[in-house]
C-alpha cells in the first residue's frame, strides 16, 4: 500500500483493524486503496464473512452483514468464511468468550504488541455443537446482550437522574436566601 511502485490497481473501499469491533462494524470511516484484479477475490467479503482481527485486540471480530456494497479488507484482518455446519454468529461468540477467558492468547504471537497471525488462527479448536444447537446458543446469547444492554442504559439514567438531584441539593445550600430553601425558616401564621 506505500510502496508507490508496487501500489498499482483500481481504487476499491475497504475495511482496516479499526473498523472491526466486538460484534460490529464501524461502517463510519472507509478508506480507500489500490487492489490488483488478481486481489479482488482473495480480499473481498460476502455476506456471513467474520473478520478477525490479528492485531490492536487479537481475536476482536464481527460479521459483515451486507449483501449490497462491493468491500475489501486489508492484510491486518483474517476473514474466516464458516461453512460445513458452522454458524459464523457461533464462531463470532467463541472468538469472543475465549479471548475474554485468555483462552485465545495461547495463540498470540509478540512480546509486548500480540499479534494472532493466520497459521495460528487454523489451529484455533472451539466446541461444535450441531446446528440447531450453535442456533438455541446464538439465540439464548442475543437475548442476554439485549438485556445486558437494557440494564446499562437503565444505570445510566440512575446516574444521571443522581447528578441532577446533587446540583439541586448543592445549588439549594449554597443559595440560602432562596424562599423555597428547606434552610430558612417558614413564616409564622399571622
Known amino acids: ?7 498499482t490497481g483500481s481504487l476499491k473501499k475497504y475495511l482496516r ?14 478508506k480507500e486503496m489500490k487492489f490488483e484484479e ?3 477475490e482473495e480480499f473481498s467479503l460476502k455476506f456471513g464473512d467474520l473478520l478477525i ?10 460479521i459483515w452483514q451486507s ?20 454458524l459464523p454468529k457461533y464462531l463470532e461468540i467463541s472468538l469472543m468468550v475465549d479471548t475474554r477467558n485468555n483462552r ?27 446446528v440447531a444447537e450453535q442456533h438455541r446458543i446464538v439465540t439464548k446469547v442475543d437475548q442476554l446482550m439485549t438485556l445486558c444492554d437494557q440494564i ?3 444505570l445510566q439514567h440512575q446516574q444521571q437522574t443522581r447528578l441532577h438531584l446533587a ?24
Open 1 to 7: 500500500m506505500l510502496d508507490k511502485a508496487k501500489n
Open 67 to 86: 449483501h449490497e456494497k462491493e468491500i475489501y479488507f486489508q492484510k491486518a484482518l483474517h476473514r474466516a468464511r464458516p461453512w460445513a455446519g458452522i
Open 104 to 130: 485465545l492468547a495461547a495463540l498470540f504471537t509478540g512480546a509486548t504488541i500480540k499479534h494472532l497471525p493466520g497459521d495460528k488462527l487454523a489451529k484455533y479448536l472451539f466446541s461444535l455443537p450441531p
Open 152 to 154: 446499562k442504559t437503565h
Open 17 to 30: 483493524n479499526t473498523n472491526v469491533q466486538w460484534q460490529r462494524l464501524d461502517l463510519d470511516d472507509w
Open 53 to 62: 482481527c490479528e492485531g490492536g485486540e487479537p481475536g476482536r471480530c464481527a
Open 167 to 190: 446540583d439541586a441539593i448543592v445549588a439549594q445550600a449554597l443559595n440560602p436566601t432562596n424562599p423555597n430553601s428547606p434552610t430558612q425558616p417558614k413564616a409564622a401564621n399571622p
Open 38 to 40: 488478481n486481489e479482488l
